[in-house]
Structure formats: C-alpha cells, structure tokens
Nanobody
C-alpha cells in the first residue's frame, strides 16, 4: 500500500494549511491513519492519528489547533492546521496501517513527507 502526501508549503505565522494523504494499492483495508512530523536532529513525533471509525487522537501540543479527519470512500486522511507557529515547521509524514492481500496480511506504510514551513 502506497501513501501519497500533499499540501505542504510556506505559510506565515497564524496561517493555515491542509495536508492530504491518499492510500493506493490493491485489495487493502485501512485501520489507523495518522500524521507525524520531524525536524532535523529530532525524532519523528506523532501529530495526530485517527481510527477506522474516525476517533481522533492528538499530541497535547497540537490539540486545539490541528484537526485530523478521514474519508474512507477516498482512502484519504487530512490534517487541517490552523494558527500555525514557526515551531510547527517540519516535514510531515502520513502513516497508515491495516491489512492487504488475499492472505489479509498486516501492513504499515509511510508517505514520502511534505515540507511545512511557517515563517514571515
């Protein structure tokens, strides 16, 4: 299962961005989808995740500013980011797990990352 993220870019402090990540492949079922971010020299950290029934989970520092959602008909997860701060600058990666193939094997995939830069 492949994940393709999009929507990153340059935004001023206080601005908003919406990231999207679409899953593609053959014969798969998505379970939890999520967004992580990473800055140079730091470990990748969870931003938010969402279950197959759309129950969200947020890192404390992102709660209230970011909203995760998904469209199961489009195999897509979104991250709406509002009130962005310079410290939100990072590469954002989408992640998904589930099951795929005729043997219903578990999988976990990462997207390629999309750069978000918050700067004036």
């Amino acid at each position: 299962v492949q994940l393709q993220a999009s929507g990153g870019g340059l935004v001023q402090p206080g601005g908003s961005l919406r990231l999207s990540c679409v899953a593609s492949g053959n014969n798969f079922l998505l379970n939890v989808m999520g967004w992580y971010r990473q800055t140079p020299g730091k470990q990748r950290e969870l931003v938010a995740s969402i279950s197959s029934t759309s129950k969200p989970n947020y890192a404390d520092s992102m709660r209230g500013r970011f909203t995760i959602s998904r469209d199961n008909t489009k195999n897509t997860v979104y991250l709406q980011m509002n009130s962005l701060k310079p410290e939100d600058t990072a590469v954002y990666y989408c992640n998904a797990n589930g099951w795929s193939g005729s043997k219903v094997s578990p999988f976990a995939s990462w997207g390629q990352g999309t750069q978000v830069t918050v700067s004036s």
